[in-house]
Structure formats: C-alpha cells, structure tokens
C-alpha cells in the first residue's frame, strides 16, 4: 500500500475522490497507528501504518489506495502515568474522534478496559490485553449525496411547535411501517409516520440522540441498555442501531439524509438532541474507547491536584475540557457537520449548563457561547439549552445569552402544580408562565419565543402517567425503585395505575386536555412528548433510559378514548396555528387596545372584571381568565402589515371541587358589542355541543371544577 504524507486537515478520515487522509489530534502522544481492518467482523487488524508525520499536534498520513468503506481504528502510544492524567495505551484499538460512521457496535470484556480490572491497584495498573475483537471500529465515508431542491423550512420561533421523538421508540410498533423500516431513520420518514405529524400539526422534530452511543456495561450485563443514548461516543456519526438493512445495505449517514431530506419535504425541521458535556467513557474506572486513549489530559477535565480523577458536572462520570481549543473545535465542527452536511435545523443541548464552566463556576459568555455567536453556520440555526447541570449553581433557567432558547422547567413545574395540586397561592405563578415567563427572558433582551414550553418530556412521566400515578414505578430499571425523580407534582385521582373507573378515568382525562390546551395557549415554544398525543404509558416509570422495549415504545392501536383525547390535541394545536395572538413575538405590555378599555391583555374575575392586586392574593380564589387582545398585537408581518386576531378570551376554573360561574366579560368593539364563540371547554371529549357554541358578552358561563374555556369574539358590525 502506498503510504503517503497527507495533511493536518480537515480531521478524521477525508476521502477527496482519489484517495484517503487520516489526521488525528494528539497533543501528548508518542507514536500513533493507524490500523485498517477488512471486515466490520474482523477480529485483529490486516494492517498497521505508523503516521509519521506530526504538524501542530496533528498526526497524519495520505493512502492513494483506500476507499470509502474501509474500516479502520487507531492505536496510540504514551506515558501510562494515571495520577498526572496520561491514560495512553495502545493495546486498545480506539475510535476516531472525527469518524462519520462506526460500523462495529462495543462488545464488553475486560480488555476494553486500561487498567487491570480486579487489580488491588484499580485504574493504576495497566492492562497489556488486546481489546481489537471487541473494540468499536470506524468506516470511511463517501459524502455524495442529492439533496435535489432540498429546503430547510426555517420555521419561525414564533410559530414553531416541537414534537419530542425517538427515532426507534416512534416507530418500531407502528403497523403501517414497513417491518424491515420499523426503528430506523427511513421508518421516521414513512408515509405513515410523515401523515401523522402533519395532521397533527408539529412544526419540528425533535430526536433523542443520534449520535453513536455505547450501551453501558453495567446495563448490558443485566440484560438492559442505554436506550435513550446519552452516552455519547462519537459526535460526528448516525447511531448505526437506527439503520436498516434496504436491499442489504447498512449506511446511516445516508439514510440519516434521506429522512432529513423527506422531512424537509413535508415542511418539518429536524432538531438534534446533543451530548457534548461528557463522553461514555465516564470515570477513572470506565473503559478506554477514544478520547481516554488519545489525550486524556486535553479532552477531560482532570482533578487537581490528583489528576487521576474527573471532575464531573454531568452525573456521568467525566465533563469534556472546554477551555481547550481542540475540544471547542471538535465541537464546533460537528455542530457545522451536522448543518452543513446532514442538513439538520438545530440543536437542543443537554445539560448545556456543563459547557458554559471555566473553571468551577458557570459562567454564560464562556468560550463556547462566544465561538457560537461568531459562527455564521451554527449562529442561524435553533439553539435550545436544557439550562442545567448537576453542579453547583447549574440551574441556570433565564440566565443563557440572545439566540438562545431554554427549556423551561419553571414553566413546567407551575402547569403541573397548578392543575394537579390547586392553590390560590399558584395563580400569580401560573399567569407569568403563560404569559411568556417575562421575569426570565425579557431583561435579557431575549423574546417569548426563548421559552420552550413543556409538561412533559423524556425525562419523567408521560402525560397519561403524570395524571394516574401519585408515585414513580421503576422497579423494572433494578435499581430498586431508588432512580428518577421522586418529585413529580402528578395525581392520580384517587386511584394508582391503570383502572376501569369511569369517574377516574373521566377526570383524568380532562386534566390531560387541561393541560394540553394550557400548553398550546401558552406564550412560548409547546413542545410535545411523542407519543402523549395518543395517551402512551410508561406504566408509572419515570426513567425509562435503560427500557428498549414496550415500556418506552409508542403503541399505535388506541381505543376509542384515546382517539377522542388525539382529536382534541389536533384541534387545540389546529387553534394555535390560526390565532395570531398566540404567536406574539413580543411581551405583553398592557397596552390599551383602540376604542376600547381593554388591553393587549387582561386578567379577569369570575365577575368578569378586571382583576386587581387585592384579587390576585384572594385566599379563596379559585378561578380566573384572559382575554387576548387580538387588535392590540402590535406587531406587523414580512411585509410589514399589521398583524391582527381574533380576540380570545381563556378561562380556568382550578378549583378541585366547585364549579364556576364566569360573566363573560362585555367588549364594546363596536357600538352593540360582540357575541362569545366557545372553542373548547376540556369538559367535552372534543368540540362542545352546538347547544352552549355562542354566548352574549354579560352571560354567565358555567365551568365545570379543574376545566379550561376558549372563547373567541365574533365583534358586532358597527351601522351604517
């Protein structure tokens, strides 16, 4: 094989079409191989090349003669010296850090591990066993691809709604699928699955990670693993496990493309959940895959003065070294990967709180948020912080820079307390988060579209479970029940688990349209858990991470009710895509409307008055409402048109007991006023009956205990 010098750059493996450049990043190596293989199967190498050749810290090497498809590793040399941070030892076969594609899925043994597992001396000893039949291993990558006229939709904040999805659990049960596409990136882009987010009315995907992750040895050996994937290995390649096999080829990168290009068709994003705090490496006794093996000094964040331990930020073990350049560039250039090459439309970072710290203190202008606003690819593209960590001071909600979008876990906890644990104490809450939550964005300079808005998400119950188990259920995990949240702020009306009650059963699934339509009336991003739209259960559990099975899988075949329940979340996001006042790109400001004494918004009593502070601290309070200016927006459109709505009035009744009688509030728009058209009341399954459709400005409306009320103003004609 010809053996050529190649460049420093790009790293990784870069076919250009005649042959191959390998360049890998190493500060502190002594000597680096390149090791090719002939099969993914294959148990030792066929091939050794030492890269001689070493510029600005980069090792590299040009081979005329590979091509895409080859499958390779590497192997590098260094000091062994665990207490001062070096972890090199090349009798493990390690990852690229740059590979596009890892088509060898790890296969735990003690080799894989660097030290001598079972030694008295822990991680400090050394273990000279060969891990390359277990190893992970990497595959070149051909990039040409036609993307034909592909589009990104570009969705407005304003008007984005995101579906929060796993790219197996959506799938895999769904009977239109076809069986060989059930679980992969071309099942998400089926017919069948494409046909349900549109009518549905999602803007966005939003997948669980894609990225390669490995399944944790703790798991697997209990017959579990990682399902949601986040234990990164390598952030630059499609998880091969979401691949299928069509007409015998198994190529992610490509079919990860295909499904990219056919979402985009149908006018949705793609939104990548990322991992880029840690590595599923995890602590100085995890085992040795890439990074630990190439550089453990510059990729990790290392203890001081015992640079044998990480510091950890993250739960998991180890947080990545985001003061060093080469890290930040690592990540920066998947970012760009992954917009540039694969098309996507924006990122949610977990634990994003971890990426901000230099040093011990989280710091929101760190080097990675100042790279980020300087790059003209990452910069245009959604940017959403899961705005925590598990560090000191890591709960960061309201605190991240403009460009930015946190998921709010403020928002989440009011709706859930509010409806499911009733108190006057929670209106006042309750008002701010669906007004826009301006007490954390707004001084920022940042507009209410920087709120994604959620009840629900992967972490935690679903929205069928947060409203029928009082307790979390995760015994099946075999951590006796001790993982997940213990603080759910659910109810389970009287019964915990699933029941045949038809008052329960009721009840329950009022409170699921209570809090559906109060997350899509909300001003803010909704995001949506795949899945909640058609009553999903985890059958109590509230951490899931390690269930590949139909405990975390979406059941298709839904019975009636549930059905009715998907019916109405089409209708209430159908709502939020007509209703310009739900899409304000900008703080309420109390601005009175023209010609009128109401405002672009105003709260009002069961009275239907204006409320006043003395209403707001009402003790035995137990009902309000909103009423929506829809000619007070404000705001003009491309073409700089004024933007005008309907005006719309909410109503909540979060009395767990009483009913209430509101007095629609008198609108004088016109010279007779107007007539109340009721949208929704979550009483009814779906639409309210003909009967209670219209209601005159001054009429009483009775609202049945724990219900939410829309109504929109048909104004008078003014006479001629």
Request: hydrophobic share 35%; proline share 6%; charged share 25%.
């Amino acid at each position: 094989m010809r053996i050529w010098p190649g460049n420093p750059y790009p790293l990784g493996a870069t076919w250009d079409g005649m042959g191959v450049n390998f360049a890998l990043f190493s500060e502190n190596a002594e000597k680096v191989e390149l090791c090719l293989f002939d099969s993914p199967d294959a148990p030792v190498e066929i091939l050794r090349i030492e890269m001689r050749e070493y510029t600005d810290q980069v090792w590299h090497v040009y081979l005329p003669d590979v091509r895409p498809g080859q499958v390779y590793g590497y192997r590098v040399h260094g000091p062994y010296d665990p207490p001062n941070g070096f972890r090199f030892n090349a009798n493990k076969l390690l990852v690229d850090p740059y590979a596009k594609c890892v088509v060898r899925l790890t296969t735990w043994d003690d080799a894989m591990f660097g030290y001598r597992i079972g030694d008295e001396k822990e991680d400090l000893s050394f273990d000279d066993r060969d891990n390359a039949p277990f190893a992970p291993l990497c595959a070149v990558v051909d990039h040409a691809f036609t993307w034909g006229n592909d589009q990104a939709p570009r969705t407005p904040w304003n008007k984005t709604i995101i579906y929060e999805a796993h790219v197996k659990g959506l799938t895999v049960l769904h009977p239109e699928v076809p069986p060989e596409l059930q679980g992969t990136y071309a099942g998400l882009a089926s017919d069948p699955v494409i046909r349900h987010l549109r009518t549905l009315g999602v803007t966005a995907v939003e997948l669980m990670p894609v990225h390669h992750h490995v399944d944790d040895r703790h798991l697997v050996e209990r017959g579990l693993c990682n399902y949601w994937g986040y234990n990164t290995l390598s952030f630059f390649a499609p998880d091969i496990r979401y691949a299928s096999r069509k007409g015998g080829l198994h190529d992610p990168v490509r079919e990860f493309k295909m499904m990219v290009r056919t979402l985009h068709a149908h006018g949705l994003e793609v939104i990548l959940d990322v991992v880029y705090n840690h590595t599923a490496e995890g602590s100085h006794l995890g085992p040795t895959l890439s990074f630990r093996g190439i550089d453990n000094v510059a990729y990790y964040r290392l203890s001081e003065p015992d640079r044998r331990y990480y510091m950890d930020f993250t739960g998991c073990g180890n947080s990545l070294n985001m003061q060093h350049p080469r890290v930040l560039q690592m990540i920066m250039d998947s970012l760009r990967y992954w917009i540039l090459e694969m098309h996507v439309d924006g990122f949610r970072f977990d634990l994003a709180s971890a990426l901000a710290r230099e040093l011990y203190e989280v710091n929101q202008l760190g080097a990675f948020f100042d790279i980020i606003h300087q790059d003209p690819v990452i910069s245009q593209v959604k940017l959403i912080a899961e705005p925590w960590d598990l560090g000191e001071g890591g709960y960061q909600v309201g605190n991240f820079p403009v460009l930015w979008t946190e998921w709010n876990g403020k928002y989440r906890d009011a709706v859930r307390v509010f409806w499911n644990h009733p108190s006057p104490l929670h209106m006042s809450e309750m008002a701010t988060r669906i007004a826009g939550s301006s007490d954390l964005y707004e001084r920022s300079g940042r507009k209410p579209y920087a709120s994604i808005n959620f009840v629900t998400c992967h972490d935690g119950f679903t929205l069928h479970d947060l409203v029928s188990y009082n307790e979390k259920h995760n015994e099946a995990n075999g951590e006796e029940n001790r993982d997940g949240e213990s603080h759910n702020n659910s109810f389970n009306f009287g019964v915990e688990g699933p029941t045949d009650d038809p008052e329960v059963l009721w009840l329950r699934y009022k409170q699921k349209r209570n809090l559906m339509a109060t997350l899509l009336f909300s001003l803010g991003v909704p995001m949506i858990l795949g899945g909640d739209e058609l009553s999903r259960t985890q059958q109590g559990n509230n951490n899931a991470y390690c269930q590949d099975n139909e405990i975390s899988w979406v059941h298709w075949q839904i019975g009636k009710r549930d059905q009715r329940f998907l019916q109405f979340v089409k209708k209430v996001i159908a709502i939020r895509h007509q209703q310009p006042v739900f899409h304000r790109q900008n703080f309420f400001r109390g601005r009175p409307i023209h010609g009128t004494g109401w405002k672009d918004i105003t709260w009002v009593t069961c009275e239907g008055r204006e409320m006043t502070q003395q209403d707001w601290h009402d003790p035995e309070a137990g009902a309000f409402g909103l009423l929506l200016g829809g000619d007070a927006i404000d705001e003009v459109d491309p073409k700089g048109k004024p933007i005008v709505g309907d005006t719309l009035l909410i109503l909540l009744n979060f009395n767990g007991e009483n009913a209430c009688r509101f007095v629609l509030p008198t609108y004088n728009s016109g010279n007779q006023g107007g007539t109340w058209e009721l949208l929704v009341d979550t009483r009814y399954d779906v639409n309210p009956p003909e009967a209670v459709r219209f209601w005159e400005a001054g009429a009483g409306y009775e609202m049945v205990s724990r219900s939410l009320a829309l109504f929109r103003l048909e104004e008078k004609e003014e006479d001629v």
